[in-house]
């Protein structure tokens, strides 16, 4: 085992994924996971990432994915956008929710008013929503399905999760909270 303060996530110079490196009491250490499909010759399973580990002058490669915290899953509802409490009770369809759904990498629900539907790639206390699609319904109170949209398309949030409430944070600062739904 190796014990190694927290690394930090940067992106590589060329090509999409993740490089975490730290100094530990040992020596150096470099964890890189590559967004290239890999083929696991003992498995026989195809996996999305190359990763490769190394570790001062040794170099172990092999293939690997994201672990998605399974919490995730299921119905949340919007109970705060901005600071702002919703009230259920605003909205003439649905109150504005999403259903995730890790093994499919999705994510659907309602607005408020219209339904949306797209993809979502949720990496260690990260999440990428998109690219979200919608349906085009005008509805009274556009104004809250407006900033879940901006919200959820804003690029790389973080989020922080519980067994009953789920949290978007930009820039370190809470945007959205969700309770679990049914």
């Not at 996996?47 to 119905?75: A, E, F, H, I």
């Not at 206390?125 to 949209?149: H, Y």
Request: hydrophobic residues 35%.
């Amino acid at each position: 085992s190796v014990l190694t303060p927290i690394p930090v996530a940067e992106k590589p110079d060329s090509g999409e994924g993740t490089i975490y490196s730290v100094q530990t009491v040992t020596g150096n250490l470099e964890i890189r996971l590559m967004k290239e499909t890999c083929f696991n010759t003992m498995t026989g399973r195809e996996l999305p990432y190359t990763v490769t580990v190394l570790k001062d002058d040794t170099v172990y490669q092999g293939c690997g994915m994201y672990l998605r915290d399974s919490r995730l899953n299921g119905t949340w509802n919007l109970v705060e956008l901005q600071g702002e409490k919703i009230n259920p009770k605003d909205f003439d369809q649905n109150q504005p929710a999403m259903v995730i759904d890790l093994t499919e990498g999705k994510v659907s629900g309602s607005a408020g008013c219209n339904r949306i539907t797209g993809t979502l790639k949720p990496i260690g206390d990260r999440i990428n929503f998109g690219p979200l699609d919608s349906t085009r319904m005008a509805c009274p109170k556009m104004e809250v399905e407006s900033q879940f949209f901006k919200v959820l398309g804003d690029g790389e949030l973080r989020y922080r999760v519980g067994e009953e409430r789920l949290e978007l944070m930009l820039g370190g600062k809470v945007v959205a909270v969700f309770s679990r739904g049914e």
